[in-house]
């Protein structure tokens, strides 16, 4: 059968073997534990397991343990009775009892309360739990996947998580790796993003220059694929060319990867002169004073260079008295011997 990957894109050979495991893990009701640093696709890989399952036609509800506050997350999930606490006015339904024949996703799972996961386990064990406040005890029909960014090894060695919970839950581990161990998916996923958000904009697809692939390969991607998308859409909105150049990437990749650049670059074109545009200091992701530093670097530079290193020239030619060139310079770790 063909695998519905929910729109996941990558072909690097680590993707590749976490596809070959879920087409695997899908079809069958155990257990799956999704780990993987922050924006690495946990949540779309879950997606695509439920989709692949015979669940598919039954709910997905996704939980997120670490956004949900402690003393609502039991209530969250399993329910709770009428007069239960202070503000239960209803008996209400808990994310279980409306993932009946579905699949629930316990995202974050590493920020769950001790006392929450033993009634987790009960759960994944005796597929049984209670409302809170309730004495009867419920059926469910669900499927439990999890995941988490933390390392719950380290989390049960440091009694934060229940060791019975874990090796529970990690009967199937389902790794992600991180973005800049994709090889050349980031283009793959940079040019899909692109082309999404170019289409919703209704503009003519950018590309990349081969410098500018050079860079976004080179870089280390710490927000993993979240942060390549958000970084795309950016693009599809402020790039003011075609073929996306060094001078169209964010200050972050250029530095990372040691390139220097003219702060203006269109203002040093034949065409002439223009004053910066806040689009500038947007594309680049400077705040003012940042843009403005960077720019007085430029003009110091320039005329140093133009004076042969003589100061007194350079702060004429800069307009500026010598002593207030050397305070600059100085600020800046320029000023030399
Ligand atoms: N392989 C991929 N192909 C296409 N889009 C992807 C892929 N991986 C992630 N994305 C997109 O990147 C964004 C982040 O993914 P997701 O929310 O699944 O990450 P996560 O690991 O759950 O992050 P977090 O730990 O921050 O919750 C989403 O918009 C998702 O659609
Ligand atoms: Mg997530």
Same mark, same amino acid.
């Given at each position: 059968?063909?695998?519905?990957?929910?729109?996941?894109? #990558?072909?690097?050979?680590?993707?590749?073997?976490? /596809?070959?495991?879920?087409?695997?893990?899908?079809?069958?009701?155990?257990?799956? !534990?999704?780990?993987?640093?922050?924006?690495?696709?946990?949540?779309? !890989?879950?997606?695509?397991? +439920?989709?692949?399952?015979?669940?598919?036609?039954?709910?997905?509800?996704?939980?997120?343990?670490?956004?949900?506050?402690?003393?609502?997350?039991?209530?969250?999930? /399993?329910?709770?009775?009428?007069?239960?606490?202070?503000?239960?006015? @209803?008996?209400?339904?808990?994310?279980?009892?409306?993932?009946?024949?579905?699949?629930?996703?316990?995202?974050?799972?590493?920020?769950?309360?001790?006392?929450?996961?033993?009634?987790?386990?009960?759960?994944?064990?005796?597929?049984?739990?209670?409302?809170?406040?309730?004495?009867?005890?419920?059926?469910?029909?669900?499927?439990?996947?999890?995941?988490?960014?933390?390392?719950?090894?380290? $989390?049960?060695?440091? #009694?934060? /998580?229940?060791?019975?919970?874990?090796?529970?839950?990690?009967?199937?581990?389902? +790794?992600?790796?991180?973005?800049?161990?994709?090889?050349?998916?980031?283009?793959?996923?940079?040019? +899909?993003?692109? @082309?999404?958000?170019?289409?919703?904009?209704?503009?003519?697809?950018?590309?990349?220059?081969?410098?500018?692939?050079?860079?976004?390969?080179?870089?280390? %991607?710490? #927000?993993?694929?979240? $942060?390549?998308?958000?970084?795309?859409?950016?693009?599809?909105?402020?790039?003011? +060319?075609?073929?996306?150049?060094?001078?169209?990437?964010?200050?972050?990749?250029?530095?990372?990867?040691?390139?220097?650049?003219?702060?203006?670059?269109?203002?040093?074109?034949?065409?002439?002169?223009? %004053?910066?545009?806040?689009?500038?200091?947007?594309?680049?992701?400077?705040?003012?004073?940042?843009?403005?530093?960077?720019?007085?670097?430029?003009?110091?530079?320039?005329? !140093?260079?133009?004076?042969?290193?003589?100061?007194?020239?350079?702060?004429?030619?800069?307009?500026?008295?010598?002593?207030?060139?050397?305070?600059?310079?100085?600020?800046?770790?320029?000023?030399?011997?």
């Amino acid at each position: 059968m063909e695998l519905n990957l929910s729109g996941m894109v #990558g072909q690097s050979p680590c993707l590749d073997e976490v /596809f070959r495991v879920l087409g695997k893990v899908a079809p069958t009701d155990s257990t799956v !534990l999704v780990t993987g640093e922050s924006g690495t696709g946990k949540e779309l !890989l879950v997606r695509a397991l +439920h989709a692949n399952s015979r669940r598919a036609g039954k709910p997905f509800v996704p939980v997120n343990c670490g956004a949900i506050p402690r003393e609502l997350l039991e209530s969250e999930l /399993f329910g709770h009775e009428k007069g239960a606490f202070t503000s239960a006015i @209803r008996t209400r339904q808990g994310r279980f009892e409306l993932a009946e024949g579905g699949t629930i996703f316990l995202d974050e799972i590493g920020e769950m309360d001790l006392s929450l996961q033993v009634k987790i386990l009960r759960a994944l064990q005796e597929k049984e739990f209670e409302r809170v406040g309730g004495g009867k005890t419920l059926k469910a029909d669900v499927r439990i996947v999890a995941a988490t960014n933390r390392d719950l090894e380290t $989390e049960v060695q440091a #009694g934060r /998580f229940r060791e019975d919970l874990y090796y529970r839950l990690n009967v199937i581990p389902l +790794h992600l790796p991180p973005l800049r161990e994709r090889g050349d998916d980031v283009l793959l996923l940079a040019e +899909h993003f692109l @082309r999404r958000f170019c289409r919703q904009k209704g503009r003519t697809p950018l590309t990349f220059s081969s410098e500018a692939q050079r860079l976004v390969l080179s870089y280390p %991607w710490p #927000g993993n694929v979240r $942060e390549l998308e958000n970084f795309m859409e950016r693009l599809s909105i402020l790039c003011e +060319h075609e073929v996306i150049g060094p001078v169209d990437l964010p200050r972050k990749i250029l530095d990372t990867a040691g390139v220097s650049l003219p702060v203006a670059p269109s203002a040093c074109a034949t065409a002439g002169f223009r %004053w910066p545009r806040l689009s500038d200091l947007t594309e680049r992701a400077m705040g003012l004073k940042e843009f403005l530093d960077a720019m007085e670097e430029k003009l110091l530079v320039e005329a !140093l260079e133009r004076a042969g290193g003589v100061k007194n020239q350079a702060a004429e030619l800069l307009g500026i008295k010598r002593t207030t060139l050397i305070e600059k310079l100085k600020k800046r770790n320029m000023a030399g011997e």
